[in-house]
């Protein structure tokens, strides 16, 4: 028997299903980079220990808001 592994929202908690849309938040040095759920698959990046599971467009525009209220200005300049 093979055992399916549950993702569940950083933000809200929800659990993935099949036919919802799906972000990925790979975390970075100098902040993230936002991926669609299929891409983060064919790159085997879902498990990695930098990424976050975000349910759809609300919970990450959520999480962009906190990163930004958290930021250092040096870290958001050109």
């Known amino acids: 028997m093979t055992l399916k592994k549950v993702y569940a929202c950083s933000c809200c908690g929800v659990e993935h299903k099949d036919a919802n849309h799906w972000f990925v938040l790979v975390s970075t040095p100098v902040g993230f980079h936002l991926q669609t759920w299929e891409r983060a698959v064919q790159e085997h990046r879902l ?32």
């Open 47 to 78: 498990d990695e220990d930098e990424t976050e599971h975000v349910c759809g467009q609300a919970c990450a525009h959520k999480l962009l808001d906190r990163f930004m209220a958290g930021a250092k200005p040096e870290v958001l300049a050109p």
